[in-house]
């Protein structure tokens, strides 16, 4: 088994756990809040990773070139653009839809890799990355109330409506951000994928916890209250991305950014899993057959 899959599966659990804990705190504090926590907490355990991969490999910091500087920067922003567009994607209604749009981003991850990089992704990840995001989308709509399915015909016949768009947009910067990083990291040209990928982390999340910062103080410095309020759970949600955001920037050090995002969809298995054997809730047959896809997704990469 090569190396990028165990850490993207490992990341893709303390994703799902981190998620969780945002969504927790997404009830103390408004959605900029919540989401500056996963970069403001993160900050310090991103730059406490890079000196351990350091100390590990007993390497030292690569030389940065303009071309990581244009890329880290182009991810950093591409990524808080996504992530604003899933915000006003759930104000909105049939926000379910949105959410199965923006899973796309596998797909776009595989056609910026292929433009701005020429990354021919194989024939294996292409299918996988099909099966995948088909999976994801079945199990996205499979909540969705019957009566909004039927009063949109099918899922095909929502791609027109604006929160789909909006949804298509979000995945659509996701998959550059992915891209973006990778390209960045590629750039350092060593010492190794650890000590790549954390230095790409570092910059990215202080770009990111910079502009977030700047606009609280701007316009919700009372948001600023409520961050420090709830220091003990934004930690934790902190030390939770900054661990994902390390495993992703590494296993996409390595792989192709489409082949890691389409294997991160198994954080909806991490999901469901919780769903049913903690909170004990039920499961339909569709999203036991979007279980279904999304596992024969990641059986296809892990065997490819």
Request: with cysteine; proline share 4%.
């Amino acid at each position: 088994m090569e190396l990028w899959i165990p850490i993207t599966i490992a990341a893709a659990f303390v994703q799902n756990l981190r998620s969780g804990l945002q969504r927790h705190l997404r009830m103390q504090m408004g959605t900029t809040g919540a989401t500056f926590v996963r970069f403001g907490f993160g900050l310090p355990v991103a730059f406490a990773l890079l000196a351990l991969a350091l100390w590990l490999t007993a390497s030292a910091l690569p030389e940065t070139k303009p071309a990581f500087w244009l890329w880290v920067t182009v991810g950093a922003f591409a990524q808080i653009f996504a992530q604003a567009l899933l915000v006003i994607m759930f104000t909105r209604r049939s926000f379910a839809v949105g959410s199965a749009y923006s899973r796309t981003e596998p797909v776009q991850a595989v056609i910026f890799g292929l433009v701005l990089l020429g990354e021919r992704a194989p024939a294996s990840v292409l299918i996988a990355v099909a099966i995948s995001v088909g999976g994801v989308i079945a199990l996205t709509f499979a909540r969705q109330p019957v009566g909004e399915m039927a009063r949109s015909r099918s899922p095909l016949a929502l791609l027109a409506s604006p929160t789909a768009l909006i949804g298509l947009a979000s995945g659509t910067f996701f998959g550059l951000a992915a891209v973006a990083f990778r390209a960045a990291s590629l750039s350092l040209a060593g010492p190794n994928f650890l000590v790549q990928a954390g230095l790409t982390l570092c910059v990215a999340i202080t770009i990111q916890t910079a502009v977030i910062l700047v606009w609280m103080a701007v316009r919700d410095r009372a948001e600023l209250r409520r961050i420090a309020d709830a220091w003990r759970v934004g930690t934790l949600a902190g030390l939770a991305g900054a661990l994902a955001s390390f495993g992703w920037f590494s296993a996409m050090t390595l792989q192709q950014a489409g082949a890691v995002k389409a294997l991160a969809q198994i954080e909806m298995l991490f999901a469901y899993a919780t769903t049913v054997l903690i909170f004990r809730e039920p499961v339909n047959r569709a999203e036991i057959a979007g279980c279904a896809l999304v596992a024969a997704g990641v059986i296809v990469l892990v065997l490819a």
